[in-house]
C-alpha cells in the first residue's frame, strides 16, 4: 500500500541556520507533492507544490526538491527563525480528488 | 471571507452518545474533506464529498456518517460514540485554482482549526 514517511522526531536548530526536513514514499509514482504547515491547535496550511517534472521550487526562504528516482521530497527553509517553529506535512495525491498526509515533522528553532 | 468554518471547537461525549461536527466553506469550493488526526499517525481521511449530492468513503469511514448538506456545508456525525473515536478532526475544502494556475489539476486543501472531540 501506499506509504509516506516523514521523521517522527523534532528537528532543532539555531536560528539562521538552514532546516531540512525529509519526506519519503514507497509504491507510489506521485504526479506532484505538497508541503503543508500547522500550527498547534490549529489546522494545515498550504506552502508548496511541486510537481514530478520540476527538480526545484522555491518561495521567499522556502525551497522544495523533488527526486523521482529516490521517492523522495526535501524541504527547506533557510535563515531559520524562531516564527518558522511549526509542524510540516508532506502530502501525495491519494486517487481522484484525494489527499495522503503524512505523519509530520517538528521543526523548533531557538533563537 | 472566513474560509472553512468548523463547530465545535471542543466536544466530551460519553461512549455511545451520538453527536455531529458541523463544517461550513464560503468559498465557493465543489469538494469538501473530513480528516482526523492522531498522534504519530497523521491526518487520515474518513468521508469526502466532491461535489454537493455525492460523498465517498475515504481510508477510516467506520462510526462515522455525512451529510453533504448543500454547496456550502459538510457534517459528519458520530452515531455512537466510541474511545477510538477521541480525536481531533478536521474539515477541508479543495481550492479551484484557476486555469494556467501554478497548482491547477491539484488538490490544494483549506482547512478549518479543527475539533478537538473526548470520548469517555
Known amino acids: 500500500s501506499q506509504k509516506i514517511e516523514q521523521n517522527s522526531e523534532a528537528l532543532n536548530i539555531q536560528e539562521g541556520k538552514t532546516a531540512t526536513l525529509t519526506c519519503n514514499y514507497t509504491n507510489y509514482s506521485p504526479a506532484y507533492l505538497q508541503w503543508y504547515r500547522q500550527d498547534p491547535g490549529r489546522g494545515p496550511v498550504f506552502l508548496l507544490l511541486i510537481r514530478e517534472n520540476e527538480k526545484e521550487k522555491r518561495k521567499e526562504r522556502l525551497k522544495v526538491t523533488f527526486d523521482t528516482t529516490l521517492k523522495q521530497s526535501l524541504f527547506h527553509i533557510t535563515a531559520s527563525q524562531p516564527a518558522d517553529s511549526a509542524t510540516y506535512l508532506c502530502a501525495l495525491p491519494g486517487g481522484y480528488n484525494k489527499l495522503i498526509f503524512g505523519a509530520g515533522t517538528r521543526l523548533a528553532v531557538h533563537p | 471571507n472566513a474560509g472553512v468554518t468548523q463547530t465545535p471547537k471542543f466536544q466530551v461525549l460519553k461512549t455511545g452518545q451520538s453527536m455531529t461536527l458541523q463544517c461550513a466553506q464560503d468559498m465557493n469550493h465543489n469538494s469538501m474533506y473530513w480528516y482526523r488526526q492522531d498522534p504519530g499517525m497523521g491526518l487520515r481521511l474518513i468521508y469526502y464529498s466532491a461535489s454537493e449530492g455525492t460523498t465517498d468513503k475515504g481510508e477510516v469511514p467506520n462510526g462515522y456518517n455525512v451529510s453533504r448538506l448543500n454547496k456550502r456545508e459538510f457534517s459528519l456525525r458520530l452515531e455512537s460514540a466510541a474511545p477510538s473515536q477521541t480525536s481531533v478532526y478536521f474539515c477541508?475544502?479543495?481550492?479551484?485554482?484557476?486555469?494556467?494556475?501554478?497548482?491547477?489539476?491539484?488538490?490544494?486543501?483549506?482547512f478549518g482549526a479543527g475539533s478537538r472531540l473526548t470520548v469517555l
Open positions: 477541508a475544502s479543495k481550492t479551484n485554482p484557476g486555469q494556467g494556475a501554478t497548482n491547477s489539476g491539484a488538490n490544494v486543501l483549506t
